[in-house]
């Protein structure tokens, strides 16, 4: 819980640097956030995340390690007082450290899956080492996406496993073309960011064609809002390799503004709003109910990112652009405002029975199927088994 909220802080210092960079009014005002609001959101609070519960995957003591060095570093970058190196040292080392517990994973697991998942934690060391180096963030931006797309892709890679067991044959080399072309955009940019836009619409094009959200949108309650989120995130992921593929070497302007939105909100948060049922019960260790209302966040969100993409950065209004970014900012916060009232509700359901009305020892007790997800998986995989 400590590591998460340390997440949490780099999670919202990030979104408020975000609102300073548009321009408008923000709880903190600092020159520091809107300098560090990219590496601060996509390693300070998303790679904590990722850590966290690859922590929970591997099952020893010292795996919390990596996120909570990233938590760390992410609200360092935050304090004035701190220098800037120390908390892109913290980074840099978390990201090591993530490193060798996905090395361990696939030790203890090798497949395709696993494999895919060290390249893409290669790609945020060498993010977070570059950045600690003195790189600008806009030079980053394909290692950052490369980090989180190629760890997100080989979860519902693995997913897309079960029941088939060929399917995996193809991720590793899609993963070694988007690494490939993230290295390509950063020693040649103009042709690089092109390769890197045609490798992402062919690893999205493959996530699509495996992936069970094509079916489970047509099922109802946690399956099918897993679905939407799924889908969703996927078309952003594809107007970002769409924007790049067509717009080539951009590190400012509406394409660039457009690319990187609709791959950290449009794909990783929508992937995290899609997962959070799943993987918080194994990180908190209490169930999280299915709710409807968790539709509300998805769909602030989505409404938020057409209204920039298409409205600020497609037809050049500002006001869009603003509305668009304050609203995204909405979105996010939420999803953990949903997600713990639905706990908060629960919890009187899950009280235990008064002692003058408790069952004798050898009693069976009696089961109600719900929603609930209330298994406590090591793997996104074992959760939806």
């Known amino acids: ?62 795996a919390v390690l990596p ?59 060498a993010a977070a080492v570059l950045w600690w180096a003195g790189v600008p963030v806009p030079t980053l931006v394909p290692w950052l996406a490369a980090f989180l797309v190629l760890v997100i892709a080989a979860e519902r890679e693995e997913l897309g496993r079960v029941g088939r067991p060929a399917t995996g044959r193809l991720g590793v080399p899609l993963a070694v073309g988007v690494l490939g072309g993230v290295v390509a955009a950063t020693l040649w940019p103009g042709p690089g960011h092109v390769l890197l836009g045609a490798a992402l619409l062919a690893l999205v094009t493959r996530l699509v064609v495996v992936d069970v959200a094509r079916r489970t949108v047509r099922s109802t309650g946690l399956p099918r809002y897993v679905a939407v989120c799924l889908l969703c995130g996927y078309a952003w992921l594809a107007v970002a ?46 169930p999280v109910p299915y709710t409807a209302r968790l539709y509300v966040p998805v769909a602030v969100l989505q409404g938020a990112l057409l209204l920039r993409v298409v409205g600020g950065d497609a037809h050049g209004q500002a006001w869009a652009l603003r509305a668009g970014g304050a609203l995204g900012v909405l979105g996010v916060l939420l999803l953990p405002v949903v997600v713990g009232t639905a706990m908060r509700a629960r919890r009187p359901e899950r009280a235990g029975p008064a002692a003058g009305d408790r069952p004798p020892p050898h009693a069976t007790p009696s089961v109600k199927p719900d929603t609930t997800v209330t298994t406590d998986p090591s793997t996104l995989e074992e959760a939806v088994r």
Request: contains cysteine.
């Open 1 to 62: 819980m400590a590591v998460l909220l340390l997440g949490g802080a780099a999670l919202l210092a990030g979104l408020d640097g975000g609102l300073l960079l548009l321009g408008l009014p923000a709880p903190l005002s600092t020159d520091r956030l809107p300098q560090v609001h990219g590496p601060l959101l996509v390693l300070g609070f998303v790679g904590t995340l990722v850590a966290l519960e690859r922590a929970v995957a591997l099952r020893h003591r010292a």
């Open 67 to 125: 996120p909570a060095l990233l938590g760390a570093g992410g609200l360092s970058l935050v304090v004035d007082a701190v220098p800037l190196g120390v908390g892109q040292a913290m980074l840099a080392a978390g990201c090591l450290a993530a490193l060798v517990v996905e090395v361990l994973l696939w030790r203890r697991r090798p497949c395709a899956a696993m494999a895919v998942e060290v390249l893409g934690a290669t790609a945020g060391l």
């Open 241 to 286: 390799g769409a924007g790049w593929l067509l717009g080539g070497a951009v590190v400012e302007g509406p394409v660039y503004d457009a690319v990187v939105h609709a791959v950290f909100l449009g794909f990783v948060i929508t992937m995290i709003m899609a997962h959070a049922p799943v993987i918080l019960p194994a990180v908190l260790r209490r």
